[in-house]
């Protein structure tokens, strides 16, 4: 029964990534697109956020000089 509950555990952490404030598992995959939790909203990681709000900056930006 032990062995069942480590390798639930194992998966859990491969598949997803608890956000410290709410508590809810964000899969992997769609943080990689949004860069911040799907339940709360708060910033889980840096670099893909950051890269999200500048390709949204550049997009606008085309927007307004065409």
């Known amino acids: 029964m ?7 555990e194992d998966f859990l952490r491969k598949t997803y990534i608890k956000c410290p404030k709410c508590k809810y598992n964000n899969e992997k995959g769609r943080l990689n697109h949004y860069g911040t ?3 709360c909203g708060s910033v889980l990681d840096n670099k893909k ?4 709000e500048m390709m949204k900056k550049l997009k606008d930006n085309e927007r307004k000089t065409r």
């Open 2 to 8: 032990r062995k069942f509950k480590t390798s639930k």
């Open 37 to 39: 939790c799907l339940k």
């Open 49 to 52: 956020y950051f890269m999200i």
